[in-house]
């Protein structure tokens, strides 16, 4: 996801969720004049849902590109922030999150709420492990892509998937 925070509202910037692994987010908490960038993944775990998320304190009105990936064979997660690791952990991966078919989200949480201030230029999904050595260029998807969303079409009220996908919202 390739964004700018406006430096008022925080929010969600992607909401990803599918039955299979389970549910990811990046989402921002506004903390006066910066923002702590959260990336995390639920999954199911015996009784009760754990969250686990990774960290960065980021600026308003600076453009970032985020990477957060989930590498379910070995537990790593990370996220990086402009090319740069920022933080790791590892989170083994014990049983799918069920999320009932919600939809994933970019730019809001998947009840209609918690809408991201700022501007979202490009977001996608990836089926596979990401790093900045592996991720392609802003104007193109990953070869993996499940979507690509670049937000420069100029009108109307649809983003088109830029994949052969067709998830388009």
Not at 69 to 89: E, P, Q, R
Request: with cysteine; glycine share 10%; aromatic share 16%.
């Amino acid at each position: 996801t390739y964004f700018k925070w406006d430096g008022i509202n925080d929010g969600f910037l992607i909401q990803f969720a599918q039955n299979n692994p389970g549910n990811a987010s990046l989402t921002l908490n506004s903390l006066g004049n910066t923002a702590q960038l959260q990336g995390g993944f639920l999954q199911y775990n015996s009784q009760t849902d754990n969250d686990h998320y990774l960290f960065d304190t980021i600026l308003p009105n600076i453009w970032y590109h985020v990477i957060y990936s989930y590498d379910v064979s070995s537990g790593d997660i990370k996220l990086y922030v402009n090319g740069a690791l920022v933080d790791s952990d590892n989170y083994p991966f014990n049983q799918y999150y069920n999320v009932n078919n919600s939809p994933s989200r970019i730019g809001n949480y998947h009840f209609n709420q918690f809408y991201f201030g700022g501007n979202i230029a490009m977001s996608q999904i990836v089926n596979g492990v990401l790093s900045p050595n592996n991720s392609c260029d802003f104007n193109q998807p990953h070869p993996d892509a499940i979507g690509y969303w670049n937000f420069n079409e100029g009108s109307g009220n649809t983003v088109t998937d830029l994949t052969s996908n067709g998830n388009n919202g």
